[in-house]
């Protein structure tokens, strides 16, 4: 279905619902590129909504790789299940519960990717420490402030170096009747780091 290697795939390509959020392409394929992903990895996508992530990732790992998606939201987990059978995916698996009490189960990884994770960023970054191999990254994408500040206060006590702090605005056309105007999403925060 989808014939490209390159992330960033289109948000309409995605099955969508009102009540699942996903990450938008241009926001994921920076994520994507931040993980430094490569075939055979094992990936971790937690708080994985819609399962754009989760889909972005399966196809950079290839069928030699493995992505672990959990999601507490029934509904999310669903929609994520219906994303992978729509592009064709069978090396992701979707797990439905607790970040926090799931991945206390989940094998090591090569790179983790953070989402809606219902105000416990904080805690699973600092459950996901154990869960990364040495060298593994973890990357995290961030729309509240609040958020951004707890999960630097943890980062800052952690086994992890090479912090990079990106904050991305973009800007989407929309036709109007008179021409095209720009209309600005908002900003999202996304921290990477690699374990020591």
Do not use: H
């Not at 708080?47 to 507490?72: M, R, T």
């Not at 090591?108 to 699973?124: C, M, N, R, S």
């Amino acid at each position: 279905m989808w014939k490209s290697k390159t992330p960033g795939i289109p948000d309409e390509e995605f099955e969508r619902t009102e009540s699942v959020p996903i990450t938008k392409e241009e926001i994921r394929a920076i994520q994507i590129s931040k993980g430094r992903l490569s075939a055979g990895q094992t990936v971790l996508d937690i708080g994985c909504g819609s399962g754009s992530i989760s889909v972005e990732a399966g196809i950079q790992i290839e069928s030699s790789g493995k992505v672990l998606a959990i999601d507490y939201d029934e509904n999310a987990v669903e929609l994520t299940k219906k994303n992978l059978k729509k592009f064709n995916l069978s090396n992701v698996s979707v797990i439905f519960g607790n970040a926090k009490e799931k991945i206390l189960d989940l094998e090591e990884a090569d790179v983790i990717f953070i989402g809606g994770t219902g105000g416990d960023t904080a805690e699973i970054v600092k459950l996901s420490e154990d869960k990364l191999k040495s060298g593994g990254r973890i990357v995290i994408g961030i729309i509240l402030i609040e958020t951004l500040y707890s999960v630097l206060q943890i980062l800052d006590k952690l086994k992890f170096d090479s912090i990079d702090i990106t904050q991305v605005t973009i800007s989407k056309s929309r036709k109007t009747t008179t021409g095209t105007m720009m209309l600005a999403r908002n900003p999202v925060t996304i921290i990477s780091a690699s374990k020591i």
